[in-house]
């Protein structure tokens, strides 16, 4: 039962284009969404994090976007950069208290190629 | 400082062999995490700390024994391993925000284990 679901395993973008991840989830406890980035032989990095009462956060070059209606997020890069290139990572939380307190969900990530 | 530290970067042990994985972080978070991550998949859940004691087992086999000593390190005692459990082991940590699910966990660079 893959409750977060990253349907594409791969993309590839030009330097300089926008990036755009996406990513989907079934669990309605879920109310905090984070993207990660992973390099090879290496421990996922903290990109950025949304809580369920936003729709939109920024930090610099990144953005995420959730639409809880539609159960789906999106991580947009831009401009896209030659060290962008790496596995990333959509993770979720949620149900506060009980055993599901400070477990992460993790979807099966997408591997992005920025193109010089 | 806001790093998770792991030892050793590379590990071969055999079927026989005890062994340990080492963690410490010292941003006084009081939830720290293993993971298990094989190629091309996402991290997957071991065991969660909180305030020093074991909240999660995600049924890991009992040749994987966690122990927390401290708030700062995290230790996994390996024994009777199997080759299948040749895999990036992960470190992570969080702070413990009572009643949330506001988890950004920050990840170790991992421990590769190789069991011949």
């Known amino acids: 039962d893959q409750q977060v679901k990253q349907n594409s395993p791969s993309l590839s973008v030009q330097e300089g284009r926008i990036s755009i991840l996406n990513c989907d989830y079934t669990n309605s406890m879920f109310d905090y969404f984070l993207w990660y980035k992973k390099y090879p032989a290496e421990g996922p990095t903290f990109l950025i994090s949304?809580?369920?009462?936003?729709d939109k956060n920024e930090d610099g070059r990144f953005t995420v976007f959730l639409n809880k209606s539609a159960k789906h997020l999106s991580l947009h890069i831009v401009p896209s950069q030659p060290g962008d290139s790496a596995v990333y990572f959509c993770?979720?939380?949620?149900?506060?208290?009980?055993?599901?307190?400070?477990?992460?969900?993790f979807g099966q990530g997408t591997i992005l190629t920025v193109h010089p | 400082d806001t790093e998770v530290t792991q030892t050793p970067k590379h590990l071969v042990m055999g079927m026989t062999n005890k062994k340990s994985l080492k963690c410490e972080q010292h941003m006084g978070h009081r939830a720290m995490y293993w993971y298990k991550q094989k190629a091309k998949k996402p991290p997957e859940l071991m065991f969660v700390?909180?305030?020093?004691?074991?909240?999660i087992n995600e049924s890991v086999p009992s040749r994987f024994s966690p122990e927390c000593p401290n708030s700062s390190l995290l230790n996994l005692h390996l024994h009777a391993l199997q080759p299948e459990d040749s895999a990036l082991y992960l470190c992570?940590?969080?702070?413990?925000?009572?009643?949330?699910?506001?988890?950004?966990?920050?990840f170790g660079p991992g421990t590769r284990l190789t069991v011949l």
């Open positions: 992570a940590s969080s702070r413990l925000l009572a009643g949330s699910s506001y988890n950004e966990q920050f």
């Open positions: 949304i809580s369920s009462i936003k």
């Open positions: 700390y909180s305030y020093e004691k074991l909240s």
């Open positions: 993770a979720a939380s949620g149900g506060a208290g009980g055993t599901s307190y400070g477990k992460l969900t």
